[in-house]
């Protein structure tokens, strides 16, 4: 125990991790991480690791970037804080609305904000509420989500999430919902079956819940356009072409979780653009800020907002808000990050560095421990299987992967580990050089791993 740091020891005796197991945390201690260059981060003890999760497929702009430091700083200094109750505003958290909504497909050009990705959905749930309410349609209120999905850790976000580690022994779902089949082709897609015969099957079990549970009774469809935290799962061919036209036949909100895929990850600018779909609401977050500071997004379309201004000449105030929305430094902060995503063309760098990225990933498909490569843009996934040729899932799923986890700390990598998925996701600036080190580090990782599974 002396040989601890002081961060260490107080992390261990006080800090509650999220996503941790805690148990096994008190045995390996914390990693402390005290300092970032660009794609790199640094321990206490001086170790360079390359960051290619971008933290939580967050930091787009890496670890050090001046200029969204001097943005905060500035603003700390003109207005650290100010609400929007009331009928106040700040200029940051205007003009960032303002940029949203040029920025975003169609008509969303309303945008409330919030401090995490899990309360802006959170927020989704309680507008589409009111808003049906409003609509006189009491009954529309069931969610229809997805296995695998993740969407935020509240009460109503685990609920719509798709993970069953979320919902057993929290008592959820807590609202609503109903998770239908991940579109995940490896997993679920049948013998002989095409990727597009997988959508239309897909889209059929959705028209099939709807029928047999009433329209009049489901309220939105909720999608991240590419699943991230269930295991990075782009849809397969001609997924939300079939998914929306049948949320569209029965009235039925499209709501797009945009917190991984937003700003460029998918070498567009969202993943909304790059499978054509025409959200009625979008979430933010994430890389929004590069997660410099907490901030996320709701954006609404103008069918959305008419009900809730007309909501407010019957009711009063729209009865939702949080002390923090629209903070003038988180705001600041986004404004700046947008500009130098939008300077230095990151999401045409995505487009440029994907063909690389993709196909250093593939060359892993090979290999006897794995089963399944997939990605698309600068998000992709490595499943490490028992049987490559049967893609049988190990006996105990997330043994190989956290060794693998962990091992890759030893060689300066940090990779995420989805149970035996491992998930790569670098910043954005990163170079090909960049990519070049990150999958010869993972290299290295799976010879140890090669041999720890023997
Ligand atoms: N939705 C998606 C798609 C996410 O990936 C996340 C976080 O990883 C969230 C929602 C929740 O965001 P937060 O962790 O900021 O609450």
Redesign the pocket.
């Known amino acids: 125990m002396n040989t601890l740091t002081a961060t260490a020891r107080n992390d261990l005796a006080a800090l509650i991790h999220p996503n941790t197991n805690l148990a096994q945390h008190q045995e390996i201690g914390p990693l402390v991480i005290t300092a970032g260059d660009g794609v790199q981060v640094f321990d206490e003890q001086g170790n360079a690791y390359i960051e290619a999760m971008s933290g939580?497929?967050s930091v787009a702009l890496g670890f050090s970037e001046q200029r969204l430091v001097d943005a905060a700083v500035e603003q700390l200094r003109q207005l650290p804080y100010y609400h929007s109750f009331s009928h106040k505003t700040n200029a940051p958290a205007a003009a960032l609305a303002a940029k949203l909504a040029e920025l975003a497909p169609g008509d969303l050009n309303h945008v409330f904000f919030t401090n995490?990705?899990?309360?802006?959905?959170d927020s989704v749930v309680k507008m589409v509420w009111y808003v049906n309410n409003a609509l006189g349609k009491p009954a529309k209120k069931k969610f229809i989500s997805r296995q695998q999905a993740?969407?935020?850790?509240t009460v109503a976000?685990a609920s719509l999430s798709g993970i069953p580690s979320m919902h057993r022994d929290f008592d959820l779902p807590a609202i609503p919902v109903h998770h239908l089949t991940c579109p995940n082709f490896y997993r679920f897609g049948r013998p002989g079956e095409t990727e597009e015969a997988f959508s239309a099957r897909l889209a059929d079990e959705l028209e099939h819940y709807i029928l047999d549970e009433g329209p009049e009774t489901i309220a939105a469809f909720i999608g991240?356009p590419v699943m991230?935290?269930g295991g990075v799962i782009p849809p397969p061919q001609g997924y939300w072409a079939a998914i929306q036209a049948v949320c569209r036949r029965y009235d039925i909100l499209v709501v797009i979780?945009e917190?991984?895929t937003g700003f460029g990850r998918l070498g567009t600018m969202f993943g909304a653009e790059l499978y054509g779909i025409q959200p009625d609401i979008m979430?933010l977050?994430?890389q929004l800020t590069s997660s410099y500071q907490?901030l996320?997004a709701v954006l609404v379309s103008d069918a959305i907002h008419d009900v809730l201004l007309s909501q407010s000449q019957r009711l009063g105030a729209f009865a939702h808000g949080l002390t923090c929305t629209g903070h003038p430094v988180a705001t600041a902060v986004a404004l700046e990050n947008i500009r130098i995503i939008e300077e230095r063309d990151l999401v045409g760098q995505v487009q440029r560095l994907a063909p690389e990225f993709q196909r250093r990933l593939r060359e892993f498909a090979d290999h006897p421990l794995v089963g399944d490569v997939r990605g698309i843009g600068l998000v992709g996934a490595i499943e490490l299987v028992a049987n490559k040729a049967t893609g049988q899932p190990f006996a105990q799923p997330g043994t190989l992967g956290g060794y693998v986890f962990r091992q890759a700390h030893k060689h300066g990598l940090i990779i995420r580990a989805i149970y035996d998925t491992i998930a790569f996701c670098p910043p954005l600036i990163c170079t090909q050089a960049d990519i070049e080190a990150i999958f010869s580090a993972f290299e290295r990782t799976l010879v140890d791993a090669t041999d720890w599974a023997r």
């Open positions: 939580l497929w995490s990705g899990s309360e802006a959905n993740y969407h935020g850790a976000c991240e991230a935290a979780d917190i991984i979430v977050s994430k907490p996320a």
